[in-house]
């Protein structure tokens, strides 16, 4: 199992550009989150889906969008970045909710500039 | 609002000493606590999740204890190593609407760093 893939692992954007951020996982989890690392803030949520066709924010959502159209696939979408953006992203999944350990992906390092 | 306290923020010690740190969570309608070992540049790699009060839970040299009453979390770690170098977070999952929806809340963690 690859476990818990995204792509890219570095990007460098202009303000107001767009991207996607991809996140896929082959364990068959139900739930996936994401997640951005700012630095002396630990990890905030962004969005997170507890099945496909099912998603819902999470303490930091602004400027971000989800969709999760297959249990595989969670990709983050940025419509108009900006430099406030500027973060590590983390993609994770469970199994079950809440009591279940979340298994991490390496992450995608975005500059916005 | 739901927190996660953790402390201290940083810790130094040399490779052989024992050393342990707090997670604070909310008492009042608690579901689990994580555990996690985050070493730089790299992702977040769960250790435990605890889900009694009075769980104690161990891994190689590592341990944790937990008291749902209070609302505190220990880890403990014997004999230090280098590689034990990183940060732990704790995290918990809010209640929403009668249960949980999986998501987790983080604490900052605490970040190790042991000399040779």
Known sequence: ??????????????????????????????????????????????????????????????????????????????ELAAPSQTSVYFCASSYVRGQDTQYFGPGTRLTVL | ILNVEQSPQSLHVQEGDSTNFTCSFPSSNFYALHWYRWETAKSPEALFVMTLNGDEKKKGRISATLNTKEGYSYLYIKGSQPEDSATYLCAFPPMNYGGSQGNLIFGKGTKLSVKP
């Open chain 1, 1 to 78: 199992n690859a476990g818990v893939t995204q792509t890219p692992k570095f990007r460098i954007l202009k303000i107001g550009q767009s991207m996607t951020l991809q996140c896929a996982q082959d364990m068959n989890h139900n739930y996936m989150y994401w997640y951005r690392q700012d630095p002396g803030m630990g990890l905030k949520l962004i969005y997170y889906s507890v099945g496909a066709g099912i998603t819902d924010k999470g303490e930091v959502p602004n400027g971000y969008n989800v969709s999760r159209s297959t249990t595989e696939d969670f990709p983050l979408r940025l």
